[in-house]
């Protein structure tokens, strides 16, 4: 199957700070990106859906000035948490699709202190 | 509201027995419907798909659908150990299979007894 590196793995940050996780896929091009996120024992939520060159499409409830979405090409997404409190902590994993298939990266836990 | 339910577990199967993990889906119009597999720590990786009513096989894995009773399953034959992880179901109303609006399921935790 296609191949999606997220960076980085792990992240701790203080209270305050803001994070930026990358997506990108490495054989193959994008036309659309997912963000998802997960908390223990939950299942996947998506945040939101990027197409390359326009605005992402945030799901209900989901602050698009704290989660700042950019898909800037066909094969890299970024997702950058703004301010970032304990309540972000959780596990944030992107997935990129071409033929219809998703497709997961790594994911990236992030931690807030 | 699109619904996936699924028993979250955990689910304990000797090893070499069947594993059989089942889901609900609400939306009727549902179009294909996706089996993951998430070891813990980890991003979920595709272990099945299925688009129309019956069974599909794909080595030791099986997955069942009866879109009238919006039911959808995965038989596991003859399981290992490193089949532990939980798994999740994942269900699209979209014709094509596509991945927008993909809804997953909580995910059932699979355990394989040596």
């Known amino acids: 199957g296609a191949v999606v590196s997220q960076h980085p793995s792990r992240v701790i940050c203080k209270s305050g700070t803001s994070v930026k996780i990358e997506c990108r896929s490495l054989?193959?091009?994008?036309?659309?990106m997912f963000w998802y996120r997960q908390f223990p024992k939950q299942s996947l939520m998506l945040m939101a859906t990027?197409?390359?060159?326009?605005?992402?499409?945030?799901e209900q409830g989901v602050e698009k000035d704290k989660f700042l979405i950019n898909h800037a090409s066909l094969t890299l997404s970024t997702l950058t948490v703004t301010s970032a409190h304990p309540e972000d902590s959780s596990f944030y994993i992107c997935?990129?699709?071409?033929?219809?298939?998703?497709?997961f990266g790594e994911g990236s836990r992030l931690t807030v202190l | 509201q699109k619904e996936v339910e699924q028993n979250s577990g955990p689910l304990s199967v000797p090893e070499g027995a069947i594993a059989s993990l089942n889901c609900t889906y609400s939306d009727r119009g549902s179009q294909s419907f996706f089996w993951y597999r998430q070891y813990s720590g980890k991003s979920p990786e595709l272990i099945m798909s299925?688009?129309?009513?019956g069974d599909k096989e794909d080595g030791r894995f099986t997955a069942q659908l009866n879109k009238a009773s919006q039911y959808v399953s995965l038989l596991i034959r003859d399981s290992q150990p490193s089949d532990s992880a939980t798994y999740l179901c994942a269900v699209n109303i979209s014709p094509g299979g596509g991945a927008d609006g993909l809804t997953f399921g909580k995910g059932t935790h699979l355990i394989i007894q040596p």
């Open positions: 299925i688009y129309s009513n």
């Open positions: 997935s990129a699709t071409s033929t219809g298939e998703l497709f």
């Open positions: 054989d193959f091009q994008a036309t659309t």
């Open positions: 990027s197409n390359e060159g326009s605005k992402a499409t945030y």
